[in-house]
């Protein structure tokens, strides 16, 4: 079975920006899309940026376009989240996704999920 575990999240300064982590641990049976998802307490969970197998395709919330970027190293099986110019709005427990459909902002897209990292951003 696929494990995700992410890091990088902390506290932070409005304006400010941190580099989530996900990482893959347990055997390897394949390529997969990948993803990022947000909760914050309270509110639902919602999509934040998704990566194709390869790569070569992106998608992101409107919210976090121009600010948030994501990425992937696949001999490193790795996946990352940029996040720049953070704003009180994105504090929230982030969650890494795998799937094997596709790139989708749906969550019911992806079968694996991290245990989430937490993020804050004050004023």
């Known amino acids: 079975q696929l494990q995700l575990v992410e890091s990088g999240g902390g506290l932070v300064q409005a304006g400010e920006s941190l580099r989530l982590v996900c990482a893959v641990s347990g055997a390897k049976m394949g390529v997969y899309a990948r993803g990022w998802f947000r909760q914050a307490p309270g509110k639902e969970r919602e999509f934040v940026a998704s990566?194709?197998?390869?790569?070569?395709?992106?998608g992101y919330a409107d919210s976090v376009k121009g600010r948030f970027t994501i990425s992937r190293d696949n001999p490193k099986n790795a996946v990352y989240l940029q996040m720049n110019s953070l704003e009180p709005e994105d504090t929230a427990t982030y969650y890494c996704?795998?799937?094997?459909?596709?790139?989708?902002?749906?969550?019911?897209?992806?079968?694996?999920w991290g245990p989430g990292t937490q993020v804050v951003v004050s004023s």
């Open positions: 996704v795998a799937g094997q459909s596709s790139y989708t902002e749906s969550p019911d897209n992806y079968a694996y």
């Open positions: 990566i194709n197998w390869s790569g070569e395709n992106t």
